[in-house]
């Protein structure tokens, strides 16, 4: 549904930037933690054999040391937002950069299976601060014309990180000869693949350092004057800098600092809006998406390609993932948020039966026959495909705008972390249900993609267009 409400005085919507190249150097700078994001929740596909043999495990505990981290993702996220809210942005960008490096160093050199979860979870807690700081902060600092562009820069450096890790851990294995426990340097060659995360998490600390605080965070702790400053940088000289300074702190005395009793409703606890967004991140997680990219090497290699094979296949997954990306990027301010999420869950219906049926085969030689295994990896890739151009930009791009100002960062934090929850449940679950029945396993993927276009259709509004202080 496009929004016909009037544009706000100062015209900040049609403000065309006269620097659009450093606000997109600032929006790239936040969008650091989207790439941390991606590339440590990615990174551990490459080690999860090697996990699974030098600790001698089975599928229920391997399946709980990958997981883990998500629980440190929900309350990341959980608490993000009032972190946020009391220290500001910036100050939560950094903390992420600490606790990504410092989970690197710890994870590439455990003492042992147990320390290996620890220092996942405190990744995870890194990764879910990313997951609600990046898109809150581009959606404060982006002028309203380019916000949904700008604000894909978050799943855009999602998707390159996963990329980025899983080609990173394809030139190590084939460091290490093809044996994820090879040794190169002292480390087993699993160990590189997780410590090598300590390169980008410094380089997201040191661009923390060069980005500018939100202008709606500096207005809420009376810096007028600097978060002018901001405003002038992001929106151009052109603005009516009072009129907008103006805007905002009308949109902020209706509001007040968020908090979780603010999304309490009368029905089935939160309000409505909560409800939608905790939705949304719900279906976007049980299609089943990060098992592409947590146990795509098991994957393959269970129904009989060899490793370097299925470490090749994970990252041509990831190339594709970002091809999407780009697709909803171009297209996600022009055709609108909900027409991508519908043409998105079709395709990934589709392509999720496609992927079940393939794997209802009986495996000859200890393979997939020729026709099945040639649909299962082309399936495999028209899913991520799908995925990418729609749900994978679109939800973030949503969280950042849906909710109304007195209860976003609130809001926000309690649907991501919805969406770890949900990423924990498919994570936790699928090595038990793949031993149990692969084809099954893919059926409910599949019918979770159907049950999500009902939900946009009923429940979720078009927010393309609106300005973040007319969401109400």
């Known amino acids: 549904m496009t929004s016909t409400a009037k544009p706000p005085a100062s015209g900040a919507r049609e403000a065309h930037p006269d620097h659009l190249g450093h606000v997109i150097f600032i929006t790239a700078a936040a969008a650091m933690g989207g790439f941390l994001f991606g590339y440590d929740s990615s990174v551990i596909n490459g080690a999860v054999e090697a996990i699974r043999d030098r600790y001698d495990i089975g599928s229920g505990t391997l399946a709980q040391v990958i997981a883990i981290a998500l629980i440190g993702c929900a309350i990341g996220a959980a608490t993000a937002g009032r972190i946020a809210d009391r220290i500001g942005r910036i100050r939560c960008m950094q903390i992420a950069a600490v606790l990504f490096t410092v989970s690197a160093v710890g994870s590439a050199l455990p003492f042992a299976l147990w320390d290996l979860a620890m220092w996942r ?3 995870g807690f890194a990764i879910g601060m ?21 604000g894909s820069f978050q799943q855009a450096a999602i998707v390159v990180g996963i990329a980025v890790s899983q080609l990173v851990n394809w030139a190590i294995l084939n460091m290490a000869d093809g044996d994820q426990r090879g040794e190169i ?14 390169i980008p998490a410094v380089l ?15 207005i809420s702790v009376g810096r007028k004057d600097r978060a002018k400053e901001v405003l002038s940088e992001v929106e151009g000289k052109g603005v009516d800098l009072d009129a907008r300074v103006l805007e905002i702190e009308n949109a902020m005395r209706r509001e007040h600092k968020s908090t979780f009793r603010d999304l309490l409703g009368s029905r089935f606890g939160f309000l ?11 279906f976007q997680q049980l299609v089943g998406i990060n098992v592409a990219f947590y146990y795509s090497s098991t994957l393959w290699q269970s ?5 370097s094979s299925s470490f090749f296949y994970s990252f041509t997954t990831s190339i594709i993932n970002i091809i999407g990306t780009v697709i909803a990027m171009i297209l996600v301010d022009r055709v609108g948020r909900r027409p991508l999420a519908l043409v998105g869950s079709a395709g990934m219906a589709i392509a999720l039966a496609l992927e079940a049926w393939a794997f209802s085969a009986d495996l000859v030689d200890g393979k997939l026959p020729e026709t099945q295994g040639v649909v ?29 100002n007195r209860i976003r960062a609130a809001a926000l934090g309690v649907a991501a972390s919805a969406q770890w929850i949900a990423n924990w449940a498919i994570t936790a679950s699928f090595p038990s249900l793949a031993d149990w029945n692969l084809s099954g396993t893919y059926i409910i993927y599949t019918v979770f993609a159907v049950l999500s276009i009902p ?3 009923k429940y979720v509004k078009e927010t393309k267009g609106k300005a973040l202080e007319e969401m109400g």
Not at 272 to 282: D, R
Not at 303 to 307: K, L, Q, T
């Open 455 to 457: 939900f946009v259709l």
């Open 376 to 404: 299962a990896l082309v399936a495999a890739h028209l899913f991520v495909l799908f995925f990418a151009l729609s749900w994978g930009v679109v939800v973030w791009v949503f969280l950042g705008e849906m909710f109304p």
């Open 121 to 123: 979870v405190v990744g």
């Open 204 to 218: 997201y600390g040191l661009l923390s350092f060069a980005i500018p605080e939100s202008p709606r965070f500096l």
């Open 130 to 150: 990313a997951s609600v700081i990046g898109p809150a902060y581009i959606a404060e600092v982006a002028p309203a014309a380019y916000r949904g562009r700008l």
């Open 185 to 198: 340097g002292g480390l087993e060659a699993w160990q590189w693949m997780l410590g090598v995360m300590v």
């Open 272 to 282: 409505p809006i909560v409800w939608v967004g905790i939705g949304l991140s719900v």
């Open 303 to 307: 129904v009989g390609i060899n490793p």
